[in-house]
């Protein structure tokens, strides 16, 4: 097989460690397809994988020796897997052949038409649009996307028989170094990671890279709007740039909301998106500059647009009656102030924010600047931080965060909206504070890249019975 040449060549048993990230995941659902035997293990079972488990993907929860088979022929790991774990002292011991996901991923794709689509923020929802759109103009796409998509019948992966690949390109781990572009999205660039990356030079020097490493006569689209972004592509010829900026090659023009939708102007385009959020304006034109660069009919782009109604856990709407809960899997400081800025442009409600930090290093790097991006809500509930790959470091809690927060308010900074602040540490009396303290027409943000989404679903399901909510969002 074509695409599966190099490290799948011969190889018919393959072991992914790791397989519950949505990263991984997605390489899982592919090889599964393709006809592969697939097994794989992580930390706990989850939503992810028992959706493998119904594609004949044998999962064990737990990274233990014993749960990799012996025969296995190929290790996939994940990026947050650490290099000690018993697996793949295991998989080292026996000498099977290993790879990390990125160079897996890489063996997939690279030898397709590659649109890679990068960024600290809005990969994933831009890689989707962008997918979207090529499906939509029969083009036929393989992808590899960083959520769950509702098109993708919740997956996150696709086979197509084009010789397309839309891929999400990761820069933790330097993972996108991998990937050689055709075409190279870059949506913005920010400080993260900092437990991978020493500073935002490093991150900086690291994007210059992933352009040298594409393909011949690679197209850069760039958002000129990001500083750190116009720094990486100054000295590339091959680029366009957009964003709300006249100096752009394709400035966004015409800006207008309403309740439902966003409409807006690009190379004398009418555009409109279903997403909320100025973030999403920039994610929809960097997704129409690609399918422009692949000749696709702007009807059709403009068609399609319409009826992308979001990625899982991008601010995703689960209920709607009396209050209105969104799910939502932003992690950064910028992401948080994005979203926030979104609802309350079109929903000027009360709005309370249940917060779950992810990772103890972004907190201690980061816990004044995500004090400072809720000031957007009305109400904060913290609540304690998910360790993710890390170790707890020392001093670090939710509390940083709040004690900032609650600083803004002594200083007067909250006194309008009258915010309020609270780090809650069990789950049980953040769900029993949450319903002493909602009112009609609430608007309640579950918001964190952890196990945050699950406590989403629980209050869901709990204020479905108190309201006598019977019929599915």
């Not at 930390?43 to 992810?48: C, E, G, H, T, Y």
């Not at 959520?147 to 197509?160: A, P, Q, V």
């Not at 009919?297 to 709607?320: A, P, Y």
Request: aromatic share 8%.
């Amino acid at each position: 097989m074509k695409d599966t040449k190099n490290i799948f060549e011969g190889i018919k048993k393959v072991h992914l460690i790791g397989i519950g990230g949505i990263g991984m995941s997605g390489i899982a659902e592919y090889l599964a397809k393709k006809g592969y035997e697939v097994t794989g293990t992580d930390i706990s079972a989850s939503p992810v994988t028992r959706r493998l488990e119904k594609l004949k993907i044998k999962f064990t929860a737990g990274h233990h020796e014993v749960n990799m088979p012996n025969d296995t022929e190929l290790v996939i790991y994940s990026a947050a897997v650490s290099e000690d774990n018993d697996e793949l002292v295991k998989a080292r011991e026996m000498n099977m052949k290993i790879v990390k996901r990125a160079e897996a991923l890489g063996n997939i794709v690279n030898d397709k038409f590659v649109i890679a689509v990068s960024g600290t923020h809005g990969k994933t929802t831009t890689t989707a649009m962008i997918a979207k759109i090529l499906m939509d103009s029969r083009i036929d796409p393989t992808v590899f996307v960083g959520g769950n998509i509702e098109y993708l019948d919740g997956g996150s992966s696709r086979i197509g028989m084009s010789n397309i690949a839309v891929v999400e390109a990761d820069e933790y781990d330097r993972s996108f170094l991998q990937l050689k572009a055709n075409i190279l999205v870059i949506t913005n660039i920010d400080a993260d990671h900092l437990d991978i990356f020493k500073d935002i030079e490093d991150i900086k020097s690291s994007f210059r890279k992933f352009i040298d490493n594409s393909k011949k006569d690679v197209k850069v689209i760039a958002c000129g709007d990001e500083k750190n972004v116009t720094d990486v592509v100054k000295d590339i010829n091959n680029k366009i740039t957009y964003g709300f900026k006249k100096s752009n090659t394709y400035p966004i023009e015409d800006v207008s909301f309403d309740k439902s939708s966003i409409g807006y102007r690009i190379n004398n385009e009418d555009i409109r998106i279903k997403v909320l959020g100025k973030h999403n304006i920039l994610n929809s034109a960097a997704a129409y500059l690609v399918a422009t660069e692949l000749k696709i009919n702007d009807e059709v782009i403009n068609e399609s647009m319409k009826t992308f109604f979001g990625v899982k856990r991008r601010l995703e709407l689960k209920f709607d009656n009396g209050v209105k809960i969104y799910d939502d899997y932003a992690h950064h400081p910028t992401e948080v102030r994005a979203t926030l800025d979104a609802i309350k442009k079109v929903n000027p409600s009360r709005v309370i924010t249940v917060f779950q930090p992810h990772l103890y290093s972004r907190t201690k790097d980061f816990y004044k600047e995500f004090a400072e991006s809720f000031s957007g809500t009305d109400i904060l509930l913290l609540a304690k931080i998910y360790p993710a790959r890390e170790k707890a470091i020392e001093g670090v809690t939710s509390e940083l965060i709040l004690n900032e927060y609650n600083k803004a308010i002594k200083s007067g900074q909250g006194k309008e909206q009258k915010l309020e602040g609270y780090y809650v540490e069990d789950n049980e009396k953040i769900l029993n504070l949450l319903e002493s303290i909602r009112k009609e027409g609430d608007v309640i943000i579950f918001q964190g890249a952890g196990d945050i989404t699950d406590l989403c679903d629980v209050f869901v399901r709990r204020v479905k019975v108190k309201s006598n909510w019977t019929v599915p969002l």
